[in-house]
Nanobody, 113 residues
């Protein structure tokens, strides 16, 4: 079983920045990433990074968010800049290890206008 501990969410004004972190209890993830779910909406991909460092982003966050991973510490980060009210959601860490996916408990990000 993989345990994921997320941190870094909070309340920020539009145009501000936040950095999310997700620390995993094990190593060897093929995919590490972030999803989000706003009230009344489906969970959606925000950004993922593979073991080779390749990244993919939702169109809505390209140019504003940056995902990175620290394999030595089994941690994935999401740097969020130029935040908008529509970025308000619960952000979930996701990792894939040996063809199994694991979710974090979620961290709330609220962007005020």
């Amino acid at each position: 079983q993989v345990q994921l501990v997320e941190s870094g969410g909070g309340l920020v004004q539009a145009g501000g920045s936040l950095r999310l972190s997700c620390a995993a209890s094990k190593s060897g993830f093929s995919i590490m990433g972030w999803y989000r779910q706003a009230p009344g909406k489906q969970r959606e991909l925000v950004a993922v990074v593979n073991a080779g460092g390749g990244t993919d982003y939702a169109d809505s966050v390209k140019g504003r968010f940056t995902i990175s991973r620290d394999n030595a510490n089994n941690t994935v980060y999401l740097q969020m800049n130029s935040l908008k009210p529509e970025d308000t959601a619960v952000y979930y860490c996701y990792v894939d290890r040996r063809a199994r996916g694991y979710w974090g408990q979620g961290t709330q990000v609220t962007v005020s206008s």
